[in-house]
């Protein structure tokens, strides 16, 4: 490589293997320039870069020209502040106070075990929760004047997780065997997040997520009862009284609605990318593509120098010590495990003739090559993957990462989607140390277990090496770094024993190590990234986005232990068991066109929403007069449920023609209508009643008590999810107005109760209900046309039917009377 500017060339190493080594052997050099001081006159700095071949023969490869060098000018950091003098006295702590209750109060308290000098700065670092039980003090890192006994240390150990568990203990909904995973830390941060951009739905998941329900279900589905009597007379009650649950602080991750370059910078802060070109450069659209040859990496500082270090530089022999070269990471090759994170996708591009697609995920990393086609999702334009991929990298020659989303096809081949690209390496040498994001809190285990290869105390003693700041200083309640003292909790109480650990105390001042001066910068936070997809095919076009985040760990590091599980939750199988007993009140839509008489020939249907193909419905209870209706009606629903996310997940085809299920996520709400039924036309629509499964009103007891108001108003609601069982009776609707009014019964149970305890629909084996004691009256009148006689005519008109029968006999007497009287009088006179 030629770097030539101002006149003079400096010449770099020849990279002697460059597929298995693109980096140079010399890693800094320098030359001296005279530029003049108005930076408009400043002249181009050209990148050559030439392939020596043998015989001494040289190719251009490619070149590259920056115009403004205002970029690479040197700024020295700003003066050190005034050291703040502290005016309250230290209060140096007795071994004996450090086991009372004032140690746990405030970081005030527990800050000074030692005198502070006018030289430190005391800071103190605010807990926002409480924190998990902590680990045991650094092993490299003493605690001076106190060393825990082992012993203590292995019992509070064995303890730990237990302690965890009791403090953590949380209920949402009977059913949900394990509800605090991954998801429910990341829904709570979608909710945070929507708090504090003010909107209840952020637009980056409103397509992906098309459920507001599912924003807040990692919190709203973790509840505490503070109060054990509470709790119990809770759960028999089965009601959702908000006054006495509240929302259990889960730790949050940091939503990004963008690239973490976006939010970071480039990461270039050690070395910048400088694209490559060959060629004439013209105006046409995608020629800088076609002249793209390679990129190059590297960094330039301007040093304003005097004449006397001008000569100094010319007169010395080492140039060894460079300024440019303190703090620059060695550029050998280092081998990474990578760990990507694919969360979901959103507005993909179509790319079936149905307007979906059927999304896959392609990894690529050098010639290392992860495709996931097996687990397609099918029909989805926001799919969810849930997916985590582990693979090795060496920089610099495997430093790409390419994610990539195809569209499925059974017949040909896959069409592209889009793809991302993210430059590993640059990451990985980042002071913002965007290799593994930083966790609001540290835990040992569970959803939140802290997952880098290095706990927090040994992270603030490596970045404080890397530096020069000298080793932290670990005190009691406090931990001194350049000067400014981090003042904090670091001493817990585990099963009444005192111990001490200085990993919540490490991985706060890491959060804030932005304000350690000088080489202070923000730390990537643990997030979750959102990075747009782009083809080739169709340039400048957004092609959708990928919710995702990328770890980075070095081989001759400690190994970081498992991957976290983002895989989607699975349903868990559920049956609802309704039992239709009576309704009353129903509306009378007949009329009997004989007698006037209003009627209604009743029935009653229900389905959960999202399963409308296994729609249920009772058999008729004809003739109601009054608008009861007797049915003893078993339905039965099967269906598959989210406890965590509170939802129904139903699979099923589209079309006939659909080669594959769609799978989609609908709150679990129960349908109930009551219809009149008619022989010769369409069935009358008389009430319905939606009950949504997670909180309905509680039925009365009485029919006579069942009020429309009761659907609106403040009463007492319950979750069949809780209390698995009730009965009571619910009104029917129509346009406001109550309709009717029906005696229902819930059972819910799990898929291997149905398995075990199954039931029958309708009256059927198993379990059979008897048959309702129903009035003779109801009946289908053209099914028995002589019974429909005898109840609606004969039962109101017998006298005048006899009347008439008697009156219709004595008459064809008569006739017949009259008819046949003069031939028999005639044939009388004749015969004699």
């Known amino acids: ?37 108005n930076e408009l006159l400043h002249p181009p700095l050209s990148i050559t870069v030439v392939d020596w071949r043998a015989f001494g023969r040289s190719t251009l490869v490619g070149n590259h020209i920056i115009n403004n060098l205002k970029a690479f000018k040197y700024t020295p950091p700003p003066a050190l502040p005034a050291p703040v003098e502290t005016h309250q006295p230290p209060k140096v702590l007795t071994p004996e106070q450090l086991s009372d209750e004032g140690m746990f109060q405030s970081a005030g308290e527990t800050s000074s075990s030692a005198v502070l000098t006018s030289e430190d700065f005391l800071i103190t670092v ?12 650094p092993p490299a890192l003493p605690t001076p004047g106190k060393q825990p006994r082992k012993k203590r240390d292995s019992k509070i150990e064995g303890t730990r997780g237990r302690s965890t568990k009791r403090k953590k203990r949380t209920i949402a909904d009977e059913s949900a065997e394990c509800v605090i995973d991954w998801w429910s830390k990341y829904y709570a941060s979608v909710e945070k997040q929507a708090k504090q951009d003010g909107s209840l739905f952020p637009k980056v998941f409103e397509k992906a997520l098309p459920l507001e329900g599912l924003l807040s279900t990692g919190i709203s589905s973790l509840v505490s009862f503070s109060d054990g009597d509470k709790k119990k007379k809770l759960k028999e009650k089965g009601t959702l009284e908000t006054n006495i649950v509240q929302s259990t602080k889960l730790a949050t991750l940091k939503l990004y609605n963008k690239e973490l370059e976006a939010e970071f910078g480039p990461f270039d802060d050690w070395v910048s990318t400088y694209e490559l070109f060959r060629g004439k450069a013209n105006e046409e659209e995608g020629a800088s593509d076609e002249r793209f040859v390679g990129k190059f990496k590297g960094r330039f500082c301007l040093y304003k120098m005097s004449e006397d ?6 007169d010395a022999a080492d140039m060894g010590d ?6 620059v990471p060695d550029n050998g090759k280092v081998q990474v495990l990578i760990r990507v994170y694919i969360v979901s996708a959103s507005n993909l591009h179509p790319s079936d003739p149905d307007g979906k697609s059927d999304p896959y995920i392609v990894l690529r990393l050098g010639k290392n090559e992860i495709k996931d086609r097996d ?64 966790p609001t809190e540290y835990s040992l285990d569970g959803y939140n277990a802290w997952r880098d290869c290095l706990k927090p105390s040994e992270l603030l003693s490596k970045r404080c090496r890397d530096n020069g700041l000298g080793e932290p200083k670990f005190a009691p309640g406090r931990i001194t770094v350049a000067d400014k003292v981090f003042g904090g909790k670091t001493l817990f109480m585990i099963e009444d024993e005192p111990l001490e650990s200085y990993e919540h105390l490490s991985l706060k001042i890491l959060h804030r190590w932005s304000e350690i001066p000088v080489v202070g910068c923000k730390l990537v936070p643990e997030h979750i990234e959102t990075r747009t997809l782009f083809n080739k095919a169709r340039p400048g076009m957004d092609q959708g986005q990928v919710r995702m985040w990328v770890d980075m760990f070095p081989m001759d590091s400690p190994h970081p232990g498992p991957s976290v599980d983002i895989s989607p939750r699975k349903p868990k199988g559920y049956e609802l068991r309704i039992i239709i007993w009576n309704t009353e009140d129903v509306i009378l839509e007949d009329s009997n066109f004989l007698t006037g008489q209003q009627s209604s ?87 319905t009643l939606e009950l949504d499964l ?23 609601r319950i979750s069949i999810f809780q209390q698995k069982r009730s009965r009571g009776w619910w009104p029917f609707t129509k346009a406001g107005e109550l309709t009717g009014k029906v005696e229902v019964e819930f059972h819910l149970v799990t898929g291997e109760e149905a398995e075990k305890n199954p039931v029958g629909k309708a009256r059927k084996e198993p379990e059979p209900l008897p048959k309702p004691n129903r009035p003779d009256t109801s009946f289908s009148w053209f099914v028995n046309p002589f019974k429909c006689f005898f109840h609606l005519v004969w039962r109101s008109y017998k006298k005048y039917i006899i ?23 005639s044939q009388k006179i004749v015969n004699g």
């Open 309 to 314: 270090e001008v000569e100094e530089w010319e």
């Open 803 to 825: 009347i008439a029968l008697v009156l219709l006999i004595v008459m064809l007497f008569l006739a017949l009377l009259f008819y046949t009287l003069p031939s028999a009088i």
């Open 126 to 137: 605010e807990e926002e929760a409480p924190p998990p039980p902590p680990l045991p003090p």
């Open 601 to 687: 020939d009743i029935y009653v249907k229900g389905w959960l929403k999202g399963l409308e193909a296994d729609r249920q419905e009772t058999d008729v209870h004809y003739n109601s007069l009054t608008g009861e209706g007797n049915f003893n009606w078993r339905f039965v629903f099967p269906f598959c449920y989210l406890p965590a996310e509170k939802t129904v997940v139903v699979r099923k085809r589209e079309h006939i023609f659909s080669l594959d299920k769609t799978e989609q996520k609908l709150p679990a709400i129960l349908s109930l209508q009551v219809w009149d039924f008619e022989t010769l036309s369409s069935d009358d629509f008389l009430g």
């Open 375 to 438: 687990n397609y999702i099918p029909k989805q334009l926001n799919p969810v993957f849930g997916s985590s991929f582990e693979m090795q990298a060496s920089f610099p020659q495997e430093s790409l990462l390419s994610v990539v989303i195809y569209d499925y096809d059974m017949v040909g081949g896959d069409d592209l989607i889009g793809e991302t690209r993210i430059d590993l390496e640059n990451r990985f040498y980042s002071r913002h140390r965007a290799t593994c994001g930083l």
């Open 1 to 37: 490589v030629f770097i030539e500017c101002a006149g003079k060339t400096l010449r770099s190493s020849v990279i002697q293997k460059y597929k298995s080594n693109p980096n140079f052997t010399t890693l800094v050099d320098a030359i001296v320039l005279e530029l003049p001081e």
């Open 694 to 716: 997670h909180g309905f009103p509680r039925g009365t007891k009485t029919a006579k008590s069942c009020k429309v108001d009761m659907l609106t108003d403040g009463t007492d």
């Open 322 to 327: 460079i300024k440019v070269n303190r703090g």
